[in-house]
């Protein structure tokens, strides 16, 4: 059970840290750019809102499932549950799936791991200034983050913090 409870309170703690960063992040940008942060009252149309860019360049408002890996789709989150979507951050929870590739991509295994996921640092999205989207991910494993494939042990970091692309996925 106190296992149980650290990895409970360490995810917390660290989705915490997240929220905050992301917070003096986009304060820290609105002081430098000399803009006041985004701030979009609860009545606030979904369009207003950040959005993430999918593998088919469509702007997206909480997806259940989002691909990180457009090539191949071999890296994606599902069974997501946003807890809250805010103008300068978003939080939920899911899945997290990775394809492995031992000992290649075709006879390689799918590993799932459960997460808590938060978006973060918004900017205007290049050559559609009006809308903003999410430009960091980060994911924090809530569990098992250990898998064996090709005889060896392999282990997923605490964190994860990925790039989004404004043409989909991350990188």
Same mark, same amino acid.
């Given at each position: @059970?106190? +296992? *149980?409870?650290?990895? +409970? &309170?360490?995810?917390?703690?660290? /989705?915490?840290?997240?929220?905050?960063?992301?917070?003096?992040?986009? #304060?820290?940008? #609105?002081?430098?750019?000399?803009?006041?942060?985004? =701030?979009?009252? %609860?009545?606030?149309?979904?369009?207003?809102?950040?959005?993430?860019?999918?593998?088919? @360049? !469509? =702007?997206?408002?909480?997806?259940?499932?989002? +691909?990180?890996?457009? *090539?191949?789709?071999?890296?994606? +989150?599902? !069974? @997501? %549950? $946003?807890?809250? $979507?805010?103008? %300068?951050?978003?939080?939920?929870?899911?899945?997290?799936?990775?394809?492995?590739?031992?000992?290649?991509?075709?006879?390689?295994?799918?590993?799932?791991?459960?997460?808590?996921?938060?978006?973060?640092?918004? !900017?205007?999205?290049?050559? =559609? &200034?009006?809308?903003?989207?999410?430009? &960091?991910?980060?994911?924090?494993?809530?569990?098992? &983050?250990?898998?064996?494939?090709? *005889?060896?042990?392999? =282990?997923?970091?605490?964190? /994860?913090?990925?790039?989004?692309?404004?043409?989909? *996925?991350?990188?």
């Amino acid at each position: @059970m106190t +296992i *149980g409870f650290t990895r +409970i &309170r360490t995810a917390a703690v660290a /989705l915490c840290a997240t929220a905050a960063l992301a917070t003096l992040a986009a #304060a820290t940008a #609105a002081a430098s750019t000399g803009h006041p942060a985004r =701030h979009h009252g %609860q009545n606030a149309a979904a369009a207003s809102l950040p959005v993430v860019i999918n593998c088919a @360049m !469509k =702007h997206q408002v909480k997806p259940t499932s989002y +691909i990180l890996a457009c *090539g191949d789709a071999g890296a994606f +989150i599902f !069974k @997501m %549950q $946003w807890a809250s $979507w805010g103008g %300068q951050a978003a939080f939920g929870s899911g899945t997290y799936s990775l394809r492995v590739c031992i000992p290649n991509c075709a006879q390689g295994k799918t590993v799932t791991f459960p997460i808590l996921a938060a978006l973060w640092r918004v !900017k205007p999205l290049p050559a =559609h &200034r009006a809308v903003h989207y999410f430009t &960091r991910l980060t994911l924090i494993f809530t569990g098992n &983050r250990t898998y064996k494939a090709g *005889g060896k042990t392999f =282990h997923e970091p605490q964190t /994860l913090t990925l790039p989004l692309s404004a043409s989909g *996925g991350a990188g």
